[in-house]
């Protein structure tokens, strides 16, 4: 039994994605592209030459466009100000009164918290929103009204 270079290609991308399943390196996904692109052209019968070059470019360029996308910026901000990761920030809270130094002590989730004034000009008694959870301490910035 003689197997075409079509055949031979998608088995090489298939051994790819088996390989990809079962170590998680979304790399070799990129390399399986490479392998389809290599069978897509010979089907439409060019060279070996013109096989691995393709499929060389294909993988090659797919593996370096995730590794620069990887490398780029974080998208996500700090953790203490992050909704996604503290799920308090954005809740309200009730001040009753603010010590001189900026800090008072509130009830929240029915656990007494040591709060901070993260917001601009003076602290004054009233309900409050979760800006930032540093710690064990709830930064607190005015509540709009």
């Avoid at 290599?38 to 060019?46: K, Q």
């Avoid at 001189?100 to 917001?119: C, F, H, I, L, Q």
């Amino acid at each position: 039994m003689s197997w075409t270079a079509p055949t031979l290609w998608w088995l090489v991308a298939g051994a790819l994605v088996a390989a990809e399943l079962a170590t998680g390196t979304f790399y070799l996904l990129m390399l399986a592209l490479g392998a389809a692109a290599a069978a897509m052209a010979s089907h439409l019968g060019l060279g070996l030459t013109a096989q691995l070059v393709i499929g060389a470019i294909v993988g090659g360029g797919a593996v370096a466009a995730w590794h620069l996308r990887r490398q780029g910026p974080a998208a996500s901000a700090d953790a203490s100000t992050n909704r996604d990761i503290n799920l308090d920030i954005g809740s309200t809270v009730h001040v009753p009164e603010w010590r001189a130094d900026g800090t008072a002590r509130v009830s929240y989730r029915g656990a007494p918290w040591d709060v901070k004034w993260a917001g601009s000009g003076p602290a004054a008694p009233g309900d409050h929103l979760i800006h930032a959870v540093e710690g064990n301490r709830l930064m607190l910035v005015r509540a709009s009204t």
